[in-house]
């Protein structure tokens, strides 16, 4: 041990501030590790099958729990791999945990349920591509990464934090 081990083991409660800290890392590690667990398990349940879902689809929020987990599921899927990659790219500042907000949640399922039914032309005409990125997506954007929107507090450097935290 070097003189300096020496001074920091012998300084008046400089090794129990270490091994608290220590301590915390440890159960910070265990957290991230079950929260990610959490997610793999929620993103990878199978959604509900489309023929047992009703002709028309219900706002996430009215769902029974057991529907609502697939469906989150379903809007996970289509958040990172189809809307995070079109729209918002690796530059946008984006809340890694925002399945945690209930704001963004409502908010994105619902552009999800417009864009299923307003990307079918056959169904709402030429012009459905263009009504869902004006009247849906960008509201919608615009809101989730306004100053006083569901990401506000988790935009800066050190990420996603519950509102009101």
Known sequence: MTYTDDRVTTESGLTDRVSLLQNAMHKLGADVIRLQTQLTEIATAAPPKQQERSS?????????????????????????????????????????S??????????????????????????????GPGVWHRDHLDPALDRLFASDGPFA?????????????
Do not use: K
């Not at 949640?105 to 030429?126: I, K, N, W």
């Open 56 to 96: 028309t689809s219900q706002f996430i929020f009215n769902l029974s729990r057991e529907e609502y987990r697939g469906e989150l599921a379903a809007l996970v899927s289509w958040v990172n791999d189809f809307l995070m990659p079109v729209y918002a790219g690796p530059a946008t500042r984006w809340c890694p």
């Open 153 to 165: 507090d988790c935009l800066g450097p050190t990420g996603h934090h519950p509102r009101g935290v």
């Open 98 to 127: 925002w399945w945690e907000h209930h704001e963004a949640v409502g908010r994105l399922h619902a552009v999800r349920l417009a864009y299923l039914e307003l990307t079918d032309t056959a169904v709402s005409g030429p012009s």
